[in-house]
Every structure is written in structure tokens, then in C-alpha cells.
T-cell receptor, first 112, second 112 residues
Framework: AQSVTQLGSHVSVSEGALVLLRCNYSSSVPPYLFWYVQYPNQGLQLLLK??????LVKGINGFEAEFKKSETSFHLTKPSAHMSDAAEYFC??????????FGTGTSLTVIP | DAMVIQNPRYQVTQFGKPVTLSCSQT?????MYWYQQKSSQAPKLLFHYYDKDFNNEADTPDNFQSRRPNTSFCFLDIRSPGLGDAAMYLC???????????FGSGTRLTVV
């Protein structure tokens, strides 16, 4: 079975600073990879996904993520944090058997 | 816009009183999922339907049941809610298993 590890359950950044949320997966076969954002009392919204095309994936709200096979990583970045980025972020992976796995989530706080 | 709609957004039920949560989709996706999400945790898959085929996760309590009368609708029935069942319940759809999900806004269930 796959596992998805999100390092850092809580991340705080200053407004305007770089956002870096880490995600590592376990798989010998490149899977599909996803980042979702969840605002309080809301469902999950897809930010971006990697499906074996370009390794640098651009998503909504200025986020992007880079698939690095050698590091089995799919870290999420944004050059400049906005207050509206404060939310819970989930990394997820689907494997060749079509099972879908979520990471445990990272709560992002943006400090004015 | 094509979407996934969950009703109600907030549901309060009494301990032991059956409750039904509903989900509808206009995406015509084959797969519909129900997830349970407790505070500060990742969503946990309860079951899913691939078309009319029902798939129960091994650790989903018998207290939880689901119905999918047609492609567009899926229901989650909790036969005898306990205090531990208070959570956010998320419905999601995907065209095929393992593809990216589209989530509804969730139903926050409170058990009193």
C-alpha cells in the first residue's frame, strides 16, 4: 500500500514570504499526485495534480509543485503568501491499483 | 457549473436517532465516495460506489450504510449515531477510480 507523508502538521509563514509544504510518497511506480486545500467548514478543493506529464505543475491561486522521482517528493510552493492562503493542505496519491491515499495534512498559518 | 452538492451543510441529530445525509452530482462521474473527517485529521474513506457496485472499507462500522439510487445521487445513512460519529462527512466523485476527486462542501454532523 502507498503511504503519503506530509512533514510538518503546522507551518507558519509571514505574509509575502515563500510557502513550502512538503510531501513525500512511497512508490516504485510513479503515481498520480495531488494537492488539495481545505478552508474551515468546507470540502476539499483541488489545487493541482501531476499525471506523468510535465514535472513542474502549476495550479490555482499561484501554487505550484514539482515532481521529483529521485526524491519521491511532490512539495507545494508559492512565492508570496497571502492571508487568504491560510487553510489546511492535503497531499494525496493514487497508485496503479487505483487506490487513493491522503496525507495527514498541513495547517498553514499566515502571519500579517 | 457542474458540481457536487451536499445537503444539509449542518446537521444536528440526537444520540441513537437515524440520520441521512445526501449528495448529488451533475458531473456524470462513475464513482462516488463518502469520507468521514474528524477534527484536524485527514479524510477517512467509508465506502464508494463504482456505478452501482458498492465497496465497503473493511473498518467501516456496520452503523454506516449507503445507497445510490441513480448516477446522480448518493446517500449516507447512520442508523444509530453515537457521540463518536460527530464529524464532517464529505462526498466526492471521480470519473474513474484513482483520478482526482471533486468534493462537495461537506455536512457537519453534530450528535447531542
Amino acid at each position: 500500500a502507498q503511504s503519503v507523508t506530509q512533514l510538518g502538521s503546522h507551518v507558519s509563514v509571514s505574509e509575502g514570504a515563500l510557502v513550502l509544504l512538503r510531501c513525500n510518497y512511497s512508490s516504485s511506480v510513479p503515481p498520480y499526485l495531488f494537492w488539495y486545500v481545505q478552508y474551515p467548514n468546507q470540502g476539499l478543493q483541488l489545487l493541482l495534480k501531476y499525471t506523468s506529464a510535465a514535472t513542474l505543475v502549476k495550479g490555482i491561486n499561484g501554487f505550484e509543485a514539482e515532481f521529483k522521482k529521485s526524491e519521491t517528493s511532490f512539495h507545494l510552493t508559492k512565492p508570496s503568501a497571502h492571508m487568504s492562503d491560510a487553510a489546511e493542505y492535503f497531499c494525496a496519491v493514487s497508485d496503479p491499483s487505483n487506490q487513493f491515499y491522503f496525507g495527514t495534512g498541513t495547517s498553514l498559518t499566515v502571519i500579517p | 457549473d457542474a458540481m457536487v452538492i451536499q445537503n444539509p451543510r449542518y446537521q444536528v441529530t440526537q444520540f441513537g436517532k437515524p440520520v441521512t445525509l445526501s449528495c448529488s452530482q451533475t458531473l456524470n462521474h462513475n464513482v462516488m465516495y463518502w469520507y468521514q473527517q474528524k477534527s484536524s485529521q485527514a479524510p477517512k474513506l467509508l465506502f464508494h460506489y463504482y456505478d452501482k457496485d458498492f465497496n465497503n472499507e473493511a473498518d467501516t462500522p456496520d452503523n454506516f450504510q449507503s445507497r445510490r439510487p441513480n448516477t446522480s445521487f448518493c446517500f449516507l445513512d447512520i442508523r444509530s449515531p453515537g457521540l463518536g460519529d460527530a464529524a464532517m462527512y464529505l462526498c466526492a466523485t471521480s470519473r474513474e477510480q484513482g483520478w482526482g476527486y471533486t468534493f462537495g462542501s461537506g455536512t457537519r454532523l453534530t450528535v447531542v
